[in-house]
């Protein structure tokens, strides 16, 4: 920490330093994240306001003007990279150590700001995140983290400490933060009061409406604070003995010494415990193991077996014989030891904890004005659409009128992991298929918590038979009987595809392990498809670092003919109008305009020309090559006069083979991120996952197929 008095007035190297960078150019939207004292959840704030910003703007920095020295990395500057938009590395994000600035503060300040604007040249907006706190609270290092802000020409976002005070307090110490900070000649923009009793929010919230700037209270979740499994183990000097590896980064939410007899443990278990126990105490070992595999007994998140001791020879084969995934830990540490070790563990909001990250950014969302903040820090609207901000406008549009989900896959630890985002961040409301105690075991096996979705079973739920009947009458003519159709729908794609045509589900999402033909079968059988349009097809929003693209067909129909060609360009426009791209539609081909003749040319030509009849009001083009299609230069050359050469934005590609390489090489070579594949055609949203989706690709069509059952 920075102890001592330290000197506040500017040097005159740094302000001529400042005044000249200034001069030489334009500065970018910044907030400058600072606090009191330790302990405050900074991060948490920091965090979110860098995915605000990110949604908003498209190169978004991070910087730390005072880090520690040493060999360790600053954990928070990792975190926030990760998740910035500009390219900025480590070392160019690290303004000065600690030692510099003890040394010589004034140097430290003309380092800081030399050291800052290398990294504004790079970026639109940047979130400035002040120095940490130990132990003591210190004005005087809040007064010199105000002296670099009014030096960066950054305003102040004060996060306040809110656990252990009361409202009048939490007042006082936010008065005494605007005197310190009024006496570097700056201001409080916005304060967060964070890590409130979470039965006190709305008395500190009218608390502090004494103070002059805008506020916003933020609860205590024990979660960002709790140790992950991992961190107890190292803390403790520990080594996993069995379970399952990836379940380290559950979070222990307490920490019990089991010193009683197993009836009187298990009496006081609670979900998330961690369980102290030595491994000679075989009855109370066994009954935790088997505690946490039990129902109506809550979901530990580790054992750990202190004193160096391992299981008797016969316990051990027993537990080896029942396969727990629950991670038992062994440290050689005593009975004390390790619950002190336990207990100093404070868990940090780092890259590996995304479940910790996921509940900061919920936090934010949900609890701070977003929208008021970028007017104070005077963000300017963009005319340019990035894939963190596109992907935010989804999430916010998605929250915006939620509807009802269906996860057929319930049994993907992907699928719940992202129903735990899902959930989270409140972008979709949810049913998971599946054995619900099978399902819900999993999650909380996970450290999720999907409390909030349905889970059903198809095999036993009671809508089975009512599905059978229907699907049985709308299958009728090709002999269809009402035995037959319960076995088809207790299997999970047919089920569910049967929730969103009875409008019990909006739209469903499936494919993370099933091809997509298990996917799209049932829809075309129960759903149809949409007035108009015979063909069922796909679509690629292709995030590029500027703007967003529509490229269909890329997913569904191998080798389309003319007419299927116009249904993919008017239903990929129809698309893009959905989620905000203007649609401008190029057919391609490899000619231009009637350079080129053949059978694959005379296809796209006809294909144009059934666009043209269909839907008149649609800005269309075909045939066009790619580059003439995207790029001004080459269309002014090509196709001078056309409305869409140079300026498409919905690409529809004459077969499968060159759409989905296509999208393929554009995805790896320009870094694209490519959302979908969306289907589109259908009277209702059903949309198929790659089966190497990821937990974002799984949330991100989710969103999207709830933005789409809105237009329904």
Request: with cysteine.
């Amino acid at each position: 920490m920075i102890s001592g008095k330290l000197p506040s007035g500017r040097s005159a190297r740094a302000v001529t330093v400042i005044k000249l960078v200034r001069m030489a150019e334009p500065a970018p939207s910044t907030v400058y994240i600072a606090s009191l004292e330790g302990d405050t959840g900074k991060s948490t704030v920091a965090l979110g306001m860098l995915h605000l910003l990110s949604a908003t703007t498209p190169r978004v920095g991070v910087f730390r003007p005072i880090t520690r020295s040493g060999s360790g990395s600053d954990y928070i500057l990792e975190l926030l990279l990760e998740h910035c938009t500009a390219d900025i590395d480590y070392d160019q994000a690290v303004g000065v150590t600690y030692e510099q600035v003890h040394a010589d503060p004034d140097a430290a300040i003309s380092d800081i700001v030399m050291r800052f604007h290398d990294v504004a040249k790079v970026c639109d907006a940047v979130v400035i995140v002040g120095s940490d706190y130990t132990d003591v609270a210190s004005p005087s290092e809040l007064r010199f983290n105000a002296r670099i802000a009014v030096n960066l020409g950054a305003p102040v976002l004060l996060v306040l400490r809110g656990a252990g005070r009361s409202p009048v307090e939490i007042v006082q110490v936010a008065e005494l933060c605007e005197s310190e900070l009024a006496a570097e000649h700056a201001k409080a923009m916005a304060i967060v009061v964070n890590r409130c009793d979470p039965d006190a929010l709305d008395d500190v919230a009218k608390a502090m409406q004494r103070i002059g700037a805008p506020s916003w209270t933020l609860p205590e979740v024990p979660l960002l604070t709790a140790p992950t499994m991992h961190e107890l183990c190292e803390a403790m000097h520990g080594e996993l003995y069995s379970g399952d590896p990836e379940l380290m980064q559950r979070e222990a939410l307490s920490v019990m010494v089991g010193g009683m007899t197993a009836e009187h443990i298990l009496e006081r278990l609670t979900d998330g415990v961690a369980v102290i126990v030595p491994a000679d105490r075989s009855d109370a070992l066994l009954a935790l193991v088997n505690a946490h595999e039990a129902e109506g007994f809550p979901s530990l998140s580790g054992i750990i077996m202190n004193g160096g001791l391992r299981p008797d020879p016969a316990i051990a084969r027993l537990i080896e014989g029942l396969k727990p995934k629950l991670p038992i830990l062994t440290t050689d540490l005593g009975t004390f030891d390790t619950a002190n070790a336990a207990a100093r563990t404070r868990g940090r909001v780092s890259l590996s904890s995304i479940r910790k990250v996921d509940t900061a950014l919920a936090l934010m969302e949900q609890r701070v004005d977003g929208r008021k903040l970028l007017e104070l820090i005077e963000v300017p609207v963009q005319s340019v659409v990035t894939p963190q901000m596109f992907e935010y406008r989804l999430v916010e549009r998605a929250r915006a009128n939620r509807r009802r989900i269906v996860l057929p896959e319930g049994d993907d630890d992907r699928i719940l992991r992202a129903a735990g985002r899902v959930l989270q961040r409140k972008i979709a409301d949810l049913t998971i298929l599946g054995d619900e105690a099978t399902v819900r075991g999993r999650a909380a096996e996970l450290g999720l918590d999907i409390d909030a979705a349905q889970v059903l079973d198809p095999r036993t739920s009671e809508l089975r038979g009512m599905f059978a009947e229907t699907y049985a009458q709308l299958r009728r003519h090709k002999g269809m009987t009402v035995e037959r159709a319960r076995e088809f729908m207790a299997d999970i794609s047919y089920f569910g595809t049967m929730m969103v045509y009875e409008g019990i589900a909006d739209g469903m999402v499936s494919g993370a392990a099933h091809t997509t033909a298990h996917t799209i079968r049932p829809a075309l059988e129960i759903i149809k498809t949409e007035p108009g349009v015979s063909t069922v097809s796909s679509v690629f929003l292709m995030c590029l670092a500027d703007r967003v693209l529509a490229y269909g067909d890329c997913a569904v129909v191998p080798d389309p003919t003319a007419e299927q060609l116009a249904d993919i360009a008017i239903s990929s426009a129809r698309t893009a109008a959905q989620f905000g791209i203007e649609p401008r539609v190029a057919m391609l081909s490899y000619s231009t305009g009637e350079s080129g003749s053949g059978a694959d040319v005379d296809k796209v030509r006809a294909a144009t020309k059934f666009v043209h009849e269909r839907a008149p009001e649609l800005l269309v083009e075909g045939p066009i090559q790619y580059d003439a299609a995207i790029e001004p230069s080459v269309a002014s050359a090509k196709l001078p006069n056309s409305q869409v050469a140079g300026r498409a934005t919905v690409f529809v590609f004459p077969d499968l083979n060159t759409g989905n390489n296509t999208y393929k090489a554009v995805q790896r070579s320009a870094g694209a991120v490519a959302i979908g594949p969306v289907l589109q055609g259908l009277r209702k949203p059903v949309n198929d996952l790659s089966r190497g989706a990821l937990v974002a690709d799984i949330v991100n069509t989710v969103a999207i197929t709830a933005i789409q059952a809105q237009g329904e």
